[in-house]
């Protein structure tokens, strides 16, 4: 089933076309790879999809429901969650508290509750810890829980990010080049940590230059060139195919 | 386990400072002394809503003295004027206050950093010229005179202990409901907007509700401040509520340091005293009084300077730096990091950590 359906999107900033007419589809339960050149627009289009930025035409529908148009924190609010190239962290915040924001995306009590303390916040403050203590676990953090965020490596930031995103329920998770900055043990449990997801039911859609880590965890592939969407299909035919290995791969995928 | 609530509740150090502030009027006769640190009450209400809305939501403010003379003038005329009892017309202060700090969250919705200061700034001056030109409620130039002390049920403060313990009263429960804000949902909200307001959004926070809230909250603060203080002083003058006053009360929460309470109210009380010096020590000679006096901005400015300079992170950082400093010596990079996280003076530390893991 498709969950997430991309419909003709585009976008002009000015005389560039940086989405032009690009269209696929996302199925429920498997992660998705969205490859190609610097600059093709694959950012954009992650802004499109996610409500940060507004397409000229065409739209993304979430199970059905148009997320293009909605504001950036009701398509989380719907179901999809997303991190960023350069992480967008909270370095005032610890690792611990940078999930619970994302947590309490789904609790209510506000500053009346929390002035007073009322028992309705109090529950829910502990709901949000337990769930944020769950999830640092689940993605290996819980020994990163008490560190401020402006205190950690590289690697640990983008799974902090991660966790942050996961903390929202997502069912789809859109990661933007999860891996840059990685090293290769890093970039290997990340592998790891996007299978295990699909397995437990998120569905996602990632950015990424690392093709290695796109060839083995990916279930399908869409490349786009210059806006344009050249080539889409499982890893295999794509690692073939001669417009993909023109525009973007190169020789040495070519003759693999 | 007893406190479901998983926050910690106050420190301990927190109650035994709230007794030492309740009993000084008790052994201090001195009435100059008591007013000065009934101001010092007065400025730490401001503060207090200054530190939720710059140290933790991360949005300037350039004209708060504004929301302070917004509470005097309405609580001042509602008694005055209207005769209606005292504490209508402090609520109303609050109220009305809090409808401007509404309408001074519209520019932060759109506007970041210089021009979201300049727009604040401009903000204060026209209420400024306000106060002065709406004479049949301000009294114009001249000020609002023969204000009489609050009363409430009939009992009047009028002697400085009285007025100082209901400043500080009305400060203590306003610190109080803060510090609660601050240790759930919401006060994580404000500090995430303070953190990155692109992250904050991807995460799905309320970044319009949370903006506007922190505005409200902080106005409101600064109006309840207005209000007792034209009870305190009995006179309005609109000389107060300028912009030398609101670059004051911002300093202090600079000073005090962002995502802290107890920052931001130390920073108060010593440049409240600091103004006040003579009060503290009686025997200073007079000309170094009004020296201090004179030169109170300039002090102000040097001390945001230094700040800014050597301690971006204001006293909390200061504090902080100190403790991990000496939570590090000889300590395992998980020690270290276990200190750094329990000395952490921002909401919702890992606490329950060990008991979660029961579960």
């Known amino acids: 089933m498709t969950l997430l359906s991309i419909q003709g999107l585009r976008k002009q900033f000015g005389g560039l076309l940086a989405v032009d007419d690009v269209s696929f589809g996302v199925h429920e339960g498997t992660i998705k790879a969205l490859i190609g050149p610097n600059g093709a627009g694959k950012s954009t289009l992650f802004n499109l999809i996610t409500g940060f930025e507004r397409p000229d035409s065409g739209a993304a529908l979430l199970n059905g429901v148009a997320t293009t148009g909605m504001s950036a924190r009701d398509v989380v609010r719907c179901g999809m969650a997303r991190t960023f190239q350069d992480t967008r962290l909270f370095d005032n915040l610890t690792v611990i508290e940078n999930v619970m924001v994302g947590t309490q995306v789904h609790y209510t009590p506000g500053f009346f509750a929390a002035a007073l303390r009322l028992p309705s916040a109090r529950k829910e403050e502990r709901m949000i810890q337990e769930q944020a203590i769950r999830l640092l676990r689940q ?63 998120t569905t996602v859609l990632v950015v990424e230059h690392d093709m290695a880590l796109v060839m083995e965890v990916s279930d399908e592939i869409v490349v786009i060139d210059r806006g344009r969407k050249i080539a889409e299909g499982p890893p295999r035919l794509i690692q073939k195919d001669p417009v993909v290995v023109a525009a973007y791969l190169g020789e040495e995928y070519g003759n693999a | 386990m007893a406190d479901m609530g998983g926050k910690p509740r106050l420190p301990w150090v927190s109650w035994l400072i709230a007794a030492a502030v309740a009993c000084i009027p008790l052994v201090i006769t001195d009435r100059f002394l008591i007013k000065v640190l009934t101001f010092v009450g007065l400025n730490v209400l401001v503060a207090i809503g200054l530190a939720l809305l710059f140290g933790y939501t991360g949005q300037v403010s350039m004209g708060h003295a504004a929301f302070v003379g917004i509470g005097a003038y309405t609580c001042a005329f509602l008694t005055v004027r209207i005769g209606t009892p005292w504490i209508v017309g402090f609520a109303a202060a609050g109220v009305i206050a809090a409808a401007g700090g509404l309408l001074l969250a519209l520019p932060s919705l759109r506007l970041k950093g210089h021009y979201l200061a300049m727009a604040t700034l401009g903000f204060g001056e026209i209420m400024s010229l306000i106060f002065v030109e709406a004479e049949s409620v301000t009294g114009g130039v001249d000020g609002f005179a023969r204000i009489p002390p609050p009363s409430v049920a009939g009992f009047e403060f009028k002697e400085p202990a009285t007025l100082y313990w209901l400043v500080w009263a009305v400060a203590g429960v306003a610190l109080l409901l803060a510090y609660n804000i601050t240790r759930f949902r919401p006060g994580r909200a404000m500090l995430s907007l303070h953190g990155g307001e692109i992250g904050a959004v991807a ?155 029961g579960t």
């Open chain 1, 139 to 201: 993605v290996g953090l819980e020994e990163w829980a008490g560190t401020p965020a402006s205190e950690l490596p590289v690697g640990i930031r983008r799974l902090t990010e991660i966790a942050r995103a996961m903390a929202t329920e997502p069912t789809l998770l859109l990661l933007d080049e999860p891996a840059a900055g990685l090293n290769s043990s890093e970039t290997e449990d990340l592998g790891e940590a996007l299978s295990r997801m699909r397995d437990l039911g």
């Open chain 2, 203 to 357: 995460s799905g926070v309320d970044v319009v509700g949370t903006k506007i809230k922190a505005f409200v909250i902080s106005a409101a603060l600064a109006g309840l401040s207005g209000a007792l203080y034209s009870g305190v002083v009995g006179f309005v003058s609109p000389s107060v509520f300028v912009l030398s006053s609101s670059v004051m009360y911002l300093a202090m929460a600079v000073i005090g340091g962002a995502g802290s309470l107890a920052g931001p109210v130390a920073a108060t009380a010593l440049f409240t005293l600091l103004e006040y010096l003579n009060a503290l020590i009686p025997s200073m000679p007079a000309p170094i009084a009004e020296n201090l006096g004179l030169y109170q901005t300039d002090i102000y400015g040097i001390a945001i300077i230094l700040v800014v300079i050597f301690a971006p992170r204001g006293l909390t950082g200061l504090w902080q730096r100190r403790r991990s400093a000496s939570s590090a010596k000889g300590g395992s990079l998980a020690e270290r990091r276990q200190g750094s996280s329990t000395q952490a003076d921002t909401p919702a530390r890992p606490e329950g950590l060990e008991e979660g893991e």
